[in-house]
């Protein structure tokens, strides 16, 4: 069961304030949560197929070429380009 004290010690790690009128709604809540994680737990999954569930095959499409705008139209809109490319800031140091 989990009680205020542990609630207090998830906020500070997870850098939250909880005002202590929340403390007891929180705690009942988080105690429904692990209950419910607790369940889901100990649901048995011998005898169940989980690939292909909704029987499924081949569902990805071909691969096919479109037209696109002129890298002349879509460079119009680069701050900096170069030899068809944008050019951007390197960020890494």
């Given at each position: 069961?989990?009680?205020?004290?542990?609630?207090?010690?998830?906020?500070?790690?997870?850098?939250?304030?909880?005002?202590?009128?929340?403390?007891?709604?929180?705690?009942?809540?988080?105690?429904?949560?692990?209950?419910?994680a607790d369940t889901i737990n100990?649901?048995?999954?011998?005898?169940?197929?989980?690939?292909?569930?909704?029987?499924?095959?081949?569902?990805?499409?071909?691969?096919?070429?479109?037209?696109?705008?002129?890298?002349?139209?879509?460079?119009?809109?680069?701050?900096?380009?170069?030899?068809?490319?944008?050019?951007?800031?390197?960020?890494?140091?």
């Open positions: 069961m989990i009680d205020k004290e542990e609630i207090r010690k998830i906020a500070i790690l997870s850098k939250l304030f909880v005002a202590e009128e929340e403390m007891d709604q929180l705690t009942e809540d988080m105690a429904r949560i692990i209950s419910f100990q649901a048995s999954e011998e005898g169940t197929e989980f690939d292909n569930i909704n029987n499924l095959s081949n569902v990805f499409r071909e691969d096919e070429v479109v037209p696109s705008y002129e890298r002349e139209r879509i460079l119009q809109n680069a701050k900096d380009s170069d030899e068809g490319c944008f050019l951007v800031k390197n960020i890494m140091r």
